[in-house]
């Protein structure tokens, strides 16, 4: 094999050490990112969970006496559909599963009001906002940011922004696309109704429980107009949470793969050189004896 292919391996070999070293940083740093993350959403989970608890006992006791606005269903003719993705990529196929997710959606379940314009997304993170800004949905990006300081203020605004939506007639339905968070290497991908509020279905044990008659200060009204909000600014930020936590997830396993793969290319590469070099050497043996030969003779 002539040496310009020798090189040429040389030249792999070195690129693909190169490449190994970040992915291997990287894989550290998504793995220190992954541990906060996990933190915070595994405090933050049975705090949600008591939460939503204490809204379904809100809703089963209050039928009939207080109305509760976010709960109120109405025919469907416009949507808001929150579209949670990552600001980065090389997260494998994490942000591509939750656009294929969205386009769903709008491909299928809201096709009609789609064609209408009637169909509104709000990108949180820039790979959503960067894949669907080309497209003729309605899109909203004051929210893109969030991840570069995720505060539970910040995301508030943006709960607001579709909460107000719907209490003024904007939206009849608010529906989340995120990841759920399971461990570093699975992320469930969902999409769930935000608002209105869905009720949960109760089992028939729970049906045969005595609801409990709450006595509340100052009255019904005040503490319902006052949680309720609070409990569903709660449930945003717990799904922004979550898909923060599976993103780092998702990255930490793909460069995880990637470094994996670059030791199994790398191995390749130099059983190519070897075999190379040795030819060559073989190459130059038999010109050196063949000209050793010819010069006896």
């Not at 599963?97 to 509104?120: C, F, H, P, W």
């Not at 989340?176 to 608002?195: G, M």
């Not at 008659?213 to 107009?225: A, G, R, T």
């Not at 470094?259 to 060559?280: G, H, M, P």
Request: hydrophobic residues 40%.
């Amino acid at each position: 094999m002539p040496g310009g292919k020798l090189k040429e391996v040389r030249t792999r070999i070195q690129s693909v050490i190169s490449t190994q070293q970040i992915t291997k940083a990287m894989k550290m740093v998504s793995a220190a990112k992954l541990r906060r993350a996990q933190d915070a959403i595994i405090q933050m989970r049975p705090y949600s969970g008591k939460l939503t608890e204490i809204l379904n006992n809100i809703l089963s006791g209050s039928e009939g006496d207080v109305e509760i606005g976010f709960a109120k269903k109405r025919e469907v003719k416009s949507v808001l559909i929150v579209l949670i993705t990552s600001d980065k990529g090389l997260c494998g196929g994490f942000n591509s599963n939750l656009i294929k997710m969205t386009r769903s959606l709008l491909q299928d379940k809201y096709k009609a009001l789609a064609k209408q314009g009637k169909v509104e997304l709000m990108t949180i993170g820039s790979k959503g906002y960067g894949y669907f800004k080309r497209e003729p949905h309605p899109i909203n990006k004051d929210f893109v940011g969030l991840f570069g300081s995720l505060t539970f203020e910040k995301v508030s605004k943006a709960a607001d922004y579709a909460m107000e939506g719907f209490l003024t007639g904007k939206y009849d339905s608010v529906e989340f696309v995120y990841s759920k968070f399971k461990n570093a290497a699975t992320q469930i991908f969902t999409n769930e109704q935000f608002l209105p509020i869905p009720k949960v279905e109760t089992t028939a044990s729970a049906k045969s429980r005595k609801v409990p008659d709450f006595i509340y200060e100052p009255d019904k009204k005040q503490i319902v107009e006052y949680l309720v909000p609070k409990i569903l600014k709660t449930q945003f930020f717990k799904a922004i949470l979550d898909n923060n936590a599976s993103e780092h997830g998702a990255r930490m396993t793909a460069m995880d793969k990637a470094s994996d793969n670059a030791n199994e290319l790398l191995r390749d590469l130099k059983i190519s050189y070897n075999r190379a070099r040795q030819a060559a050497i073989t190459t130059e043996l038999t010109e050196i004896v063949s000209g050793a030969a010819a010069l006896e003779r």
